[in-house]
């Protein structure tokens, strides 16, 4: 009979185990895409307001430098 509540206490932190998991990575990964996006948003606003900091435009003189 003593074995019962090793048992239900092994199960019972298992339990608990993949509650806290879900509980820590959830936010976790709510607050990465949030993260993610605002990046992108402010490098592409960055990229248009900066004028003449084009790497397109760097490769466009390469290339008709070596035609020449």
């Given amino acids: 009979m003593k074995k019962l509540p090793l048992i239900v206490i092994i199960i019972t932190s298992l339990m608990l185990q993949?509650?806290?998991?879900?509980?820590v990575t959830v936010p976790a990964k709510i607050a990465?895409?949030?993260?993610k996006g605002?990046?992108?948003?402010?490098?592409?606003?960055?990229?248009?307001?900066?004028?003449?900091?084009?790497?397109d435009d760097d490769d466009d003189n390469k290339n008709k430098r070596k035609d020449k």
């Fill in 38 to 55: 605002v990046v992108k948003g402010t490098v592409a606003v960055g990229k248009a307001i900066i004028p003449g900091d084009s790497s």
């Fill in 18 to 23: 993949a509650c806290v998991h879900k509980i």
């Fill in 32 to 35: 990465y895409k949030t993260t």
